[in-house]
Each structure stands twice: as structure tokens, then as C-alpha cells.
């Protein structure tokens, strides 16, 4: 399919020197191909030039659908006449467009940015060992640190960057493209906000006058100086791909909820919809320029409802909760607080006056971390129950006063939970002092690159983006150091800790920070831990078995976060048909191997999904793929599943019924051929095939979803099983592989309808974050000019989710071969394979025989 | 059987206070209350379906039983009877939230001998009781004059009576002089005149020459005399700005539920913008004198906030009472909406928690009720409710129901920035008025009696912006500027509010009363009468030649003024007006056309405002705008180019850029050939010049510079035939 169009790209773009430096012989071939399909296939080349893509955070289809339909009675047009006219009419829209994943903003723009799998799990992640925080949307650290170079890129970008994911924006030439704030940002432009704001101030003095009377608007200030900077590139021809963010529906579904508020917020954007569309309409490439409209997710709102807010931080803090110090990145009740007006949000912790055994450690030992930006889920992080034992028992021995049978039961217990551990925590010291030898010497090589990088660029270096790679390469370094510390601390510790004997343990000689690691959550806690968390001593003290040992049940109080979860519920629920109880689900990953004794499946991928509303309903998500990598899923209903200590699983496999998680069985807008519904959903089934099944449903895509979310994809920065890397190579692969995985919390934690989790403020609007469809339904829209080929008027009603995005603008610009892998000048990008589909009804040779590019081109 | 126990114990209420008003609110709760889908209104059935026991002891109580027993034979008919005895007697749409709102609002239009319409809300009321009319008690009235004609082009909003607000009593003057006097003193009860207009939306920049005229002589001559006069005069002022601002508030609140009913409205929706609009701006200094063209937007705006606003103070005071386990209670307006909210402590939990010393009263603001001994014995308002295992609300029929004897501890307002207002403490009357009185109070000491101001010491002005900001943005329930506008929705609530029962409703608004900081306030009751009083008087107004006719004939005259003189007369005239306190207004002389060109001038207003809108709504006018309505103005315009001003010129040209029909086009330059003014012949020039524009049409603006077209323009008949027309 590309290289149809490769050609036209050719002419536009400089051959690399790479390119022409490589063989004469592929060369020859490459031309010989493309000149055959020149003569051949001429009617099926993709025009598609040029991209302008309005993103829209948080803009759900239904509600544009139903504004558009709507008429002013004053105009007799659409409510939003420039949707209607650009999409509706003169354009393509996908009706059944869902997000894949968690209705989140920072991971579904990553999956909407790159085409690929989730790396990106959260607004917010936390490194498990060092509480080292990612922050995905927070601007002010990048342009405060952007002053002095530090910082070039946002967070998300320096993490896909880290990954090797180029953006679908990477695909483009420095040069050749221009975006706009997002959270997604490489480069921050001071001038935008600093023209924002003069253009605000340079205006009539009337208008001024009346603004000022009524109250000036700032933020409506940078998007009015984004339009216009687009418009201005809009008229460059050198550039052919433009994108502008508009986050302002989303705002505004998290505080309101009436039709009034959202249709106001919409039409503006349709103004600016209708801005940008002239101004392509008006510039020389108007025929060959394709402009999409997208949002990353919907919003849960609805008139009639308030959105209920639920605090998982004081559910934690409590003593029913364990105790917990906690830390999140998001300050509580920040509109209360006065140092809520420090825009950089360092770690929160939360303290609490019922810790039982911290009291005063609040900042040396936060026990928990939660994310629950989004708010209709939250991820959780405990520390390690193994560490809180150690914790409490060092505690116990060094404040005195025990007896001694229960001295010596608890220091058999101490060096028993560290023996217990010792082989895996040996294990994980040394791939970590493996990993970090090989960063010392990474960033050794980094300082000799970046102390040779030229300190000044000519203007053709900086438009080739050269001025901004070289600051990467201190962004890099910086952030190798910082890490290589953070990371050899936490060694250090745990070395402490492995290193102490028996024989030698004076517990009043050792210091607790020396062996416990301070700001640390450890190993993520197995399933049988977090059914039995340690949080405290028991009500009785430590108590000694009669044959010497500790007994274990009554020495500590044992928290199941699994049934604590699930039992929540509330008495100020003052909405109708609304649940008392907070929490709908709780999902987690676990290992293959602790499954496979259980179940009649084989050749499944190594992680599974558990998902569980309750001990009765329970299922298990597999999945495999084929030969061809097609990914393919079963749902396996199960209840009562627990880990007992010595790791091994128990569930029972259950028929299928109502009630079950994501409530499939019983959804009347379940899709399926046939009308044995069990049978249809007892079989494994693409994952095309569930979306085709599911996607109407209340959950709509939440099978998929929880898996894309939860399990862990490979790609190739993280795969070791390349033979011809270096040892350092290899190793620092691991070192990133561990980086991604240290933030996987120990539970998704996933809020019931009308509920949220934001204790940040109050979001009574709306919100998003779950697998509900209303959340998960977003918007892909796209309309071009004459040579573009999009179809007009039509609504493709096929559902697609956001894997399909990048592979088909790729596909329409001419930069994707059949086989769904970009062009060998985006290879050399970093761009791979795309696992989702292209949508097909967007193709101008959709329908019709295809001139088949595969094999035509030497595969990179 | 419910259902008719309400009427029931309404009708005691009634032998109460004498009054049989109440008895057909009831039933209307009834009816209400059960036939809404949402939520709210769910919530408000569920209010209703309330099991409610009242512990007051009083005297008439026996006689009361005794009654209630004769009752009770014909109660099975009593709803019946007294719904089809309401003025809506067909049964409200149960669906329909609107439907039900339209049971307790509804409009009367009265016509003006001259041309002009009186157009009053009238409310069903709960609590502000009327002896007559079935509790119809009228609100607000609006004066439109229409020039004698239906067409809205012509149509001009003049003022607006909040029909509660009222002139003083001397004594309630001399109160409200007093420093430091934070209180109301007594009610008014002689009505005999035409209430004073709140504001005059056709003048709005009248009264911000006021208020600029009333600080300057408050600060160059007032303040001189003295402390005591400074104190006295700047008490009065405050007093006076607050009353009026309370009932434009309450004036607000009655035309945003009546824009809630559905149906046809006389109001368009242009006309209620703007209505809204000015009066929401009427609480800036200079709020009069924003351009027009805003108002739709700064409604908009304005309603977002106050909706965001009661959003997050709704959750805030449900996760709270949720931290303390108490009881949250949205009150609701008729339209559904929570304006207020009640907190409640179950008994049984007061037993169970009783000395729990983990109570926050932050944002509650009430004392810790688990150490308050005075709960466990309380002798107020009490009512029972029934719970689930799992502390839901349920009927008392539902099988495993608790009966759970709740006590009422504060009534809060929503509709406040940052954190709910406590208007109400059942413990402790004077918890709310201290924290009413706090920024008047500081308020108060530092500029009256300190003559500290925030631009003349610097010291003062940091301390008092850390001391304003720590205290707004830690949300603290002291020192908060906007009480007022939150205690004036209470007072309408308590009158709206069909949810309520009758007994609380008399506690609370029995309470409202006592918190009240101006003296030229009147109860609840008092401004019934007031309403209708001052209704009456100005329907007699309305319908006598000599009155709101004259009235309306002297306007039209000052609205001449700019049609006849220029900016620096009109400077002067203004000038005048202020010195004479309002006395002076110029007027031109009565001429028998004066209607006639009023007519014009007020169309090509109303055309210029829509070309302005239209130009600045969009990149391109053709797919957003009805071209046919575009091009109507344009062809008013330039008919009546003579009289047409720069910015109608400005308009069209910026359309002419704006659109691609050719008509349109056409019609454009056409309109900038006709209108007398120097911008519409440079636009002219400029599209001849401009080379991205058709050469044709260049052209044809080049004739049109030169003096005649050589192509006449085409325009469309309203049938669609194309006709000629020519240069006038």
C-alpha cells in the first residue's frame, strides 16, 4: 500500500544519506518496483499529503453525535454546523471508536501517539523501589526545567522515547511537522505563551474594558494563539503534519454535567474546528489534506446524576485499611490547601494518626502509593507485606520487653521471612548490580556524547531538530544519573538486609533505615499477601506458639484488601438507582505458571488477567496468539480464588451466569452469532471478534481492555532474545524492561457508575478512567480534500479501537505497507509493525482489488 | 394512603397559623414529588415518603387531633377535591420535570396603553403565604415596550420590579445609618406606591454613573465630616446596595426557574439573555456599561460557575458528613436543582459514638455532635426515617426496615464559592450570624472607623490580601464575600420548596430571619404581602394613561437624545443627570413621528447586533448561518443606510470576507455603498483593491466607489425570484 504512494514522498523529501549509501542492488530493486507500480496502480495512490489532527481530550461520540443531529431554531443548521459540515458531511466518521485500555487520558494518547501496545499504564506511575514518580501531565516541571535545558520533552515522551515507540508526529521530519500542547509535547514553544498573552492584552480598549469587567480568560487565550500559529503553518508548504490539542470538554464534563455547559464548550471547539478548516480549505494544499478529529476517551456524565466521590486515601489511612501513610501525586482537596498552589505537585504523603507501627514515619515509610487520576479507577501499591513483617519484628525486638520464647520465636521469624526470600531478593541484588554496572558505563559513553555535541547550531541544524536531539542527550544522561542513584540505594539496603546473620543479630545494633529501605514499596505483593497483608502487631502483641515458633495469625492483624474492597459502602448515597458501594472490580495480573495447573488450557501467553467483584464472581482472562501473533482471548468464570503461602493457587472454575464481572452474560446488547450465548462465550475468540461482540454492551470493550491494561506486551528496546547484542546492550534492555515493570501497582481498583475516586477536588460533572462504554466510547472523525480520496458522508459502523489509529493515517498518507508494517524510511524511525487493524471503509481502495505492495519492497 | 396524610398535616399547619394556604402545597407535593424520572426529583419523592414526627409540645395540638379525627372521614377526597380546585387542574405530565415546575410558575402579560407589555412571573408559593389567589403570589414584572406592534425587531427590555423589593420605612432608614447595627427592626406594611424599579436595562449605564458619583461624594465630601458620619453614611450605603442586591438575586433565581418551564415563552431567548445578563452584571461597578453584545455569553459563563460551584459543594458536604458519619439531604429547587442542603445525626448513632473525639468540623462548621449532651436529649424538630442493614433509605413498609429518629444540625447553602455556607446551626442560632457578620464586621472597623484602605497603606493592603486569601482558599466560613447571595436563595427556596416538611419549614425560615444582617429586610410573610401589594399598584400604574404610559412616553423621548446630538452633548447630559441625583434626564421635544424613527433605530440596532454576531461567529457564515436571515439585515442596513452607523459597516465588510455566496456578496457591497459613513466607503475601497476577491466583484465595488453600479445587484424575493435593485 505505501510504497504506491512512496514516489510523491520522494519528491518531497530528501533521500537519507543512509539510504543511498546502502546497496546498489536494493537500490535497483526498489526503483525497478516502484516504477512498476507507478504505471500499474496509479488510480489507488493515496493523495493524503498532509494531516491536521484536532485531538480532543475527553470528547465522547454520542454527545457530538446528538448536537449534531440537534438544529438551532435560530439558523435552521446544526448546533455544531462545522462538524456536521466537514464530518458528517464532507468526511468519515467511526460511530464505534473505543479507547483499548483504560479510559485514560496519558495511556490512551500513548496507544493513540504510537499504534502500539500499552506501555503507558497511568496518568501518574510510581517505581515500586525508589517512588520515583512519572507525572505524565504535569507542564510545569518541563518548562521550568526547560529553561535552563534540563528538560526538552514531556514525561510521557522521554518514557516512549526510553521504549524506542516513535509518535505518529516522529514520523515526520523536525522541520516538516507542528504540534501543539499536549501531554505528549516534544519541545516546548515559550513564545505561544508569551504571544498568548500579549495577544489577549492588544485588543480595543473597549474590549478590554468589558473583559476586565467581567473577568479575564486565560485559558482560552493559548488555545486562540495555538489556532492561530496553525493557521500561520497551515500556509508553509514544507510542513505536512500539524496537530492542536483542545482539552477544554474535558474540563468541563468533570465539573458540570448539564447540557448547557457542554454545548457552550462544544460549540467553541466547533468554531475552531471550522477555523482550521478554512484555513486548510484557503492554502495551496487544501486537496491534498486530510483533517481528523479524535479524543482519547469519553466522559461518564449525565444531567441527572452527580458523580460521587469515594476516599481510598482515608479507606487506606484507616486502621480497618491497614494504617496507611500514603502517597499520592495529586494533593488532597487541592483547592483547600495553600501549598496546593505549588504547581511542580512533589510526592504527597498523606499521614495517619491510626498507623500501628509508624507513627511519626510518615515520610521515611509511606506503606501505600495511589494513582487515581482519572477517577473512575485507581491503581494501588502496597508496600511489600514481607517488608512490613521484617519492619515490625526489628520494631518489636529493638523497643524490648518481650519475653524470651517470644524473642527468639521472632527472631526465628525475622531471619525466616529473609530466608524465605533470600533466593529471590539475591536474584533480583545481582541482576540489579548487573544493570546498574552496565548504567555506570552507558553513562560514561552519554557524558563523552553529550561533552561532544557542538554548543551552537546554524539555522539549518536547528530546523533539522539537531539543537533539540543534542539536549536529549543530556535529558538522558541527567536522568540515568538521578536513577543510578535512587536505584544503588535501594541496593545498598537490601544487600543490608541479606548480609545480616543469625548468629551475629544484635537487633539494638541495627539501624532500621540501613536494612529496611526508607521511600520503598519493595517486591509487588503476591495474591496469598494481599489476602493476608501484614499492616500491624496484633491487639495481644507478639505471641509465641507453644513449640517456640511466632504465631503468625495472632501476632499480626491480617488484612484480605481483596473482601475489605469489596465490602465498602457508604450511607450519604443520596441519588437513586445509584450503588452504595463504590467499588465494582478489582483486577490484578498474575503469573501463567501458578494458572496452568488449574485450568484445561496450554499455550497461553505468560500473564493472566484476574478480575473479581466478589468471591462468587470471579473470572480469569487468558490469551494466546497465533502464528501470525494474532491475539486471542477466553474469559474463564471462576469464584473463590486465594493463594495460599506456599504460592499455590485455588479457584473454581463456574458456569456462566449473570453477575459476573463486566456483566457480559446478561447485557442485552451482547453481539454474538447464534443464540447459545454460553457456548459463543466459553471459546476463545479474537480480539476483533470480542470487540465486534462487545462493544454495545454496558462494559463494552472491558475484556480487552482490562487485558491491554494490565498485561505486559513486548516490544523489541525490551526484548533480550536478540542475539547479536552486547552484554551491556542486553543488560540495559533488562535495566528498562525492570523500570516498566517496578511501576505495575499491586491492583487496579475500578469504581462502580457514578462513582469516582478523585480526592484531589470534587468531580461532580463526570468522569472517566472505567471500561463502561460511555467512558471507553471516543471519537475518530476525518474528512480531506478532493485528491485524499476520504469518503464522504459516511459513518463506518464497524468497531475499531485506538491500536487502529496510527496504522491508518499511516496507511492514508501513504507510509504502511499491507502487512501493516510502516515504509523503510519509517523503519529506520523505529517504527514497527502495528498489531491493530487499519480501518479498511477510510482506504481509497477499499472494496477493490488491491495492488499488493507485499514483497515489493525489501523487508527492513 | 400516604399521599393523603400530607394534605392532613398540612391543614393543621393551617389551624395554626390561621391560614388555609398550605393545604393545596402539600397535595402539590405529592403530585410533584412522585412524577418526576430524575434523580433529584426521585430524591425529593423519597423526602416526601418520609415518616416525619414532630416532638414540639403546643397548645393547640389537642384541638388539632381532634380535628385531624373529623379529617381523616373525608380524607379520601381531599386531594382530589383541592386539585381540581388548582389553577393548572389538568394533571401535570408526570414525566416531565418542566411540566411539574409549570404548576407553581406562570406568566401574565398586561398591556401598557402605548405599546408596551407589563410581563410578571407569579409563583405558587409554600412559604411566603398569601390570603388570596390561592398563594399565586406575583414575583417579578418586566416592562417590554414594543412600540405598539408584534415584531420582536423592535422590542426594547426597559426595567425590572423584583416586586419584594420595596422603599424603607423611615425606621428601617434610620437602622440601617446605624454602625455597626447588623439587624432588622421591623417589617413594611404600608403600601400605597409603585415599587421602585431595580434596574432599567434600556439605561444600564445609568446606574454605574451612580454609583461612581455616590463614592466620589462618600470620599471627597462624606468622609471628611467625621468619623460618626463616615461610619453612618457608608453603614446606609452598604445597606441599601445590599438589599437591592439580594432581591435582584432573588429576581435571578425566579427567571432562571421560569426559563425551566418548557413550552412556548414571551420572553425570546436573545431577551432572557439579556435580561440575565445585565442583571448578574448589575453587581460590578461598571457592569453597565458592557457592551450588549456579551451579555448572552457572560450568562453562560456565569451559569456554568454557579452550577460548578453548587456541584462541588454538594459532594463536599455528602463526603463530609460521610467522614463524620452524619446524614446529607440536598434540598432541592423546583426545577430539580440543589441550592441548600440540610445535615442530619441519626439517635441511635449519637448513642453508639456519643464522646468519639475524632469529630472535624471543618467545612461543617457545627459543633462535634458526639460530645453535645443536649442531643441525646434534644427537645426540637425531630423526624423519623427508615434504614436498611446496609443504612440505605427505605419505605417503612420494606420488610427488615429500622426506624432511625433523625435530628436536624444545619442547613447549608450550595451556591457559594469554595465550600458550603452554614445558614443555618440547630444548636446555635448565633453560629451563622457571627459568620455572617465577620466581613462586615472587619469590614466595618478598618474603613470606618480605622479609615485603613487597601490602596492608601500598604501594610493594611498585604495583610488584608494574605488574610482574604488564606481565608478563601483554605475555604473558611469567615470573612466570604458572597453570604448574601446564598442566604437570599434560602429565603426563595423556603418559599418554593415543596419537599419540606411544613414544621421545619416554619423553624428554618423562622431562623432565616434572625441572621439577617440589614435592617431594610422584611420576613417571609411580609413580603408576600409586599409582592402583592406592590403588584397591584403597579398594574394601576401599568393601566393609567397618566402613569406607566407617561413613563414610557418621557423614555422614548430620552432615547431620542443620541438620534438628535452628539457624543460631547451627550457627555453633558449624562454629566447632568449625575449632579442632579438622577433628576435631570434631557429629553427631546413629543413629535409625531417619533415612533417612526424609534422604529427604525431600534431595527437597525437590532440588525447591526445580528451582523456583529453573525460575522464573528465563524471563519465561514455560509455553513453556520441561515444566508436568506443574513441577508435581510443587510438589505435593512442599507435601506436605511442613511441612518446607519461604522459598525454596521464594519460588519458587512467582515461578512463579505466571511461568506462565498455570491448573493451575499452582492447584497454586502450594495449595504457598504448605502451606509453614510466614512469606514463603509474605505471597506469599499479596500475589497476594489483587494486581489484575492473576484474580479467581478471588484468591480462592482469599484462602480459602487465611483457612484453607480454598472451591473446591478441580484437579491432574492422571500420567494426566492430574483428581482433588481438599485442604488436608493
Redesign the interface.
Known sequence: MSVLNFPAKAQRRKVSHQCISSSALRLCVFAGVVLFLLLTAGSSLAQTQRIVIVKCDGLPYDVVDRYVKQRDP????SVL??ID?IFYQRGARLSNFYVRGMSLSAPSWSMLETGQHLQIKGNVEFDRYTLHSYDYLNFFPLYAAGINGSRIDMRAVEVLDSLGLPMLSDAYPHNERYTTYSIFLRNPRYSTLQRSLQNRFTRSP?EL??EW???FEIRSAITDQLVKELISKLGDPKVHYLDLMMEDFDH?AH????E??HL?VLKEMD?VI??V???IQKSAEADETAMVLISDHGVNTDE??????Y?LV?LLGSRAGGGHHVITKRRLML????K??NPFVPLITTTTPDTYYLKGESTAYPTAMLDFDGNERASMHLRDSDLNTLHILLKELQRGGLSDPVYRATVDEFFGVIDRKRADWQKDLKQLQNELGALDRAIVEQRKLWLAQPKKFTKEQQDAGLDDASKRIFVQLDRWQTEQKEYSEYARTLKNLLTLSSEAFAPNKVRIPDIIPQMSMGDRNTIYELQNYVAGVGPNGLVANPDGSLNLEQSFVHINYFSLLQGV??????????S?RPIDLIATRLSRDLVLPLINERDIDPDVIWVTAGANRQALILSRRDANGELSLRYLPISNLSEDASGRLQFKEISWQAGLPLQIFEDPNLNIPGADRTAWLSQWHSDGEWLQALHKTHYSNGLIGLQEELARHDIERLSTTDPKLSEDERLMREYARRKRELVEPDMLIVAQDHWNFDVR??N??GNHGSFFRISTHSTFMIAGGARTNVPHALNIETPYDSLSFVPTVLALTGNLRDDSSPVPELWERGFRKFPGPVVKELLPDHERPKATANGATVSP | MYINLQPLRAWILQLKNRNLGFLSDSVQTCSLGCST????A??CC?CERRRMTIRSRRHWHLRASLFLAFLLVVSPLSSTIIRAQGPNAPEADKSDPASALSQILRLERIEVPGGAELITVHARLAGLESTENDNWVPLVSILRDTLGDNDTENNRLRYVWPLTYTRPTMKQRLAAAIPFFYARVENKEKLDKVPPPAIDLAAPENEVWNKIFWVALQNILLDTYGTPIKASTSSYRRNTSDYRRSHIIRALSVLALYQAVKGESVFTQSEMAAIQGRLL?SD?T??G???DS?LQN?Y??K??QT??ER??N???L??R???E?L????LLMPDGSATHALLWVAKRDLVKLQGSPRYSSRFLNVANPWTDKRLLNWKGYVETRYFDS???PVDSETPGAEAVEMIPLGLYGLDNP?IPMLLIDFRDSYNPKKREMSRRVLNDVTHNMLSLSKFGNLPFFLGRTVFDF?TG???MDINQPSRLHTYSQLKLLLALNTSLEPELRSEVSGRVEKISLNPFENDLHAEANIATAQYNALVAFAKDPTGLAAKLDRDRRAELTPLEHGGKARLAFSVLNVLSFGKYVHREELAADMEDRLDIARRLQYHTSFLQQVAK????ID????LE?VRRSIRFIAAHGSDARSDAAAATAKIFARTRDDETRRACLDGLARIHSSKAKSELLRISQNNEVDKALRDLASEYLRGAPRVQPVAATVSGAPVITGQP
Open positions: 435560530q439558523s435552521g443548521k454546523p462545522w459540515h473597549k474594558f468589558d469587567t467581567m473577568g468541563a465539573h458540570n454535567n448539564d448547557q455547559t457552550a468554531s471550522g477555523q478548516w478554512t484555513a441527572r446524576v452527580y458523580s460521587q466521590g476516599n482515608k483547592d483547600y490547601a495553600i496546593g498552589v459502602s457508604v450511607r450519604n448515597n443520596v441519588q437513586r438507582g445509584i452504595n477536588g470534587f461532580p460533572g | 424520572n430524575s434523580p433529584s426521585r430524591f423519597y452584571l460590578k461598571f457592569g456599561l458592557v457592551d456579551h457572560y453562560t459563563k451559569t456554568t452550577r460548578d456541584g462541588h454538594w459532594e463536599l455528602r463526603q458528613a460521610e467522614s458519619s446524614y446529607f439531604e440536598p446496609e443504612n440505605q469554595k488564606v482558599r483554605r475555604g461567529s465563524s471563519a465561514e455553513i453556520t448561518w441561515n436571515d
